[in-house]
């Protein structure tokens, strides 16, 4: 799917349906999510059941088609809630989409007969889904956690992003940065500076580097969104 038309897309579809998948992300802290663990953060947000049946099939059949940052990946044959869909920070290209979707279809096969062998299947290939993603994503100056898919979505699906806390770095410490998504959810970016990389930074080897993570949920008073990404 071409830029161009996830751009329309993200434009198009409902913010309801997004943020239950955020929802859902977040409460799992987890790149890969059942698409029943999205189901229920929709049934909490939409009442009527005509609408909520409308969003689900908007994002369940827009999903498949490859939304920005959000992968539809494995279809269970009996029953759509055990479905796997993996949101991402960055955008994964074709070859990524198939390993995931090989990886999550043990799930079906699993890893022998042995039914002892498989009593952990699903966690299993969770963790390997979540490495893989994470693999992909980071890169030397930031860490790629789930909270960073969060926000990067968010900000594509133009949901209300404001800036509730900030505390700037000074020397020898860190600083952090603490946003609300439409004031339900809140991710921190907590950086420093460090010389891991060897990465010449104008005089010196400095560099700042990052990770993302949740935190509580709670609604703030909120402020305009600074230019600090």
Request: charge should be negative; charged fraction near 30%.
């Amino acid at each position: 799917m071409g830029a161009q038309s996830q751009t329309q897309q993200a434009q198009q579809i409902d913010k309801r349906a997004i943020l239950a998948v955020i929802k859902a992300v977040a409460k799992n802290n987890s790149f890969v999510i059942r698409f029943g663990d999205i189901e229920d953060e929709l049934a909490g947000m939409v009442e009527d059941e005509e609408e909520f049946d409308r969003l689900r099939e908007e994002l369940l059949y827009s999903s498949q088609e490859r939304l920005k940052y959000i992968y539809y990946i494995y279809e269970n044959e009996r029953e759509s809630w055990f479905d796997r869909v993996v949101v991402s920070p960055i955008e994964l290209n074709e070859s990524q989409l198939k390993t995931l979707s090989e990886v999550a279809g043990l799930l079906d096969y699993g890893f022998s007969r042995d039914e002892y062998e498989n009593r952990n299947i699903d966690e299993v290939i969770t963790k390997v889904i979540n490495g893989l993603v994470r693999k992909w994503s980071m890169t030397c100056t930031e860490d790629s956690t789930p909270a960073l898919a969060v926000y990067r979505i968010a900000k594509a699906y133009n949901l209300d992003v404001q800036v509730v806390d900030e505390h700037p770095a000074s020397l020898g410490s860190g600083g952090s940065i603490t946003y609300s998504i439409e004031g339900i959810i809140k991710v921190t970016k907590w950086y420093w500076y460090c010389n891991d990389c060897i990465i010449p930074a104008g005089n010196n080897f400095i560099e700042k580097c990052s990770t993302w993570e949740f935190e509580d949920n709670g609604e703030q008073d909120t402020t305009e969104v600074s230019g600090y990404d």
